[in-house]
């Protein structure tokens, strides 16, 4: 995949790094995942598979790296087949976010996809950037060649203008 630089002209256009990990693919939910984000309007603008490197781990979630959950979470994202997602849309950060639910499966509403499908903290299948930046970092982390530079026509009955 190639093509532009993440960021977008339209101010609250946003691409954000949303990511299966390897209890959602274990599961099966890769199809209901993606199917979620379609659904709701946001364009898909990257998708791969991968065994995330030791060293593509540490550096994703390098902000937590003097949590004790650390080295646990980095076994369990090393473990197994990941599915990478780039996302675009307005305010795609915010709107990721609210369809993926808060960390605790316990603790997310249902209708999220943590709370339709976890029971964990940990094991919690999805992963979506929580900032701009953090979305920056980990588009260019995950999809160092770029993301699809496509026009989707559906779009024009996503948003009004
Ligand atoms: P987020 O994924 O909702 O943004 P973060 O606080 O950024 O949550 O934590 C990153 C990931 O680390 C979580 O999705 C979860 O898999 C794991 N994690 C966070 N807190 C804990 C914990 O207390 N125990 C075990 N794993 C945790
Ligand atoms: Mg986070």
Same mark, same amino acid.
Request: with cysteine.
């Given at each position: 995949?190639? @093509?532009?630089?993440? %960021?977008?002209?339209? #101010?609250?256009?946003?691409?954000?790094?949303? !990511?299966?990990?390897?209890?959602?693919?274990?599961? @099966? $939910?890769?199809?209901?995942?993606?199917?979620?984000?379609?659904?709701?309007?946001?364009? $898909? =603008? %990257?998708?791969? @598979?991968?065994?995330?490197?030791?060293?593509?781990?540490?550096?994703?979630?390098? =902000?937590?790296?003097?949590?004790?959950?650390?080295? %646990?979470?980095?076994?369990? =994202?090393?473990?197994?087949?990941?599915?990478?997602?780039?996302?675009?849309?307005?305010?795609?950060?915010? =709107?990721?976010?609210?369809?993926?639910?808060?960390?605790?499966?316990?603790?997310?509403?249902?209708?999220?996809?943590?709370?339709?499908?976890?029971?964990?903290?940990?094991?919690? !299948?999805?992963?979506? #950037?929580?900032?701009?930046?953090?979305?920056?970092?980990?588009?260019? $982390?995950?999809?160092?060649?770029?993301?699809?530079?496509?026009?989707?026509?559906?779009?024009?009955?996503?948003?009004?203008?």
């Amino acid at each position: 995949m190639k @093509g532009r630089p993440h %960021g977008g002209s339209v #101010s609250s256009m946003q691409t954000t790094y949303v !990511m299966v990990k390897p209890d959602g693919v274990q599961r @099966g $939910l890769v199809g209901e995942i993606i199917g979620r984000f379609e659904a709701k309007g946001l364009q $898909l =603008v %990257g998708l791969k @598979g991968v065994v995330p490197s030791e060293e593509i781990a540490r550096a994703h979630y390098a =902000v937590h790296s003097e949590r004790p959950f650390f080295e %646990g979470l980095i076994k369990f =994202v090393t473990s197994g087949p990941v599915v990478c997602m780039a996302w675009r849309g307005v305010e795609a950060i915010k =709107v990721a976010r609210g369809l993926i639910g808060p960390t605790n499966g316990r603790d997310a509403a249902p209708g999220t996809i943590r709370g339709d499908f976890g029971m964990d903290m940990g094991f919690n !299948m999805i992963h979506g #950037s929580d900032a701009e930046e953090t979305a920056e970092f980990e588009l260019n $982390l995950w999809f160092p060649d770029g993301t699809m530079d496509w026009s989707c026509d559906s779009q024009k009955w996503v948003y009004e203008s």
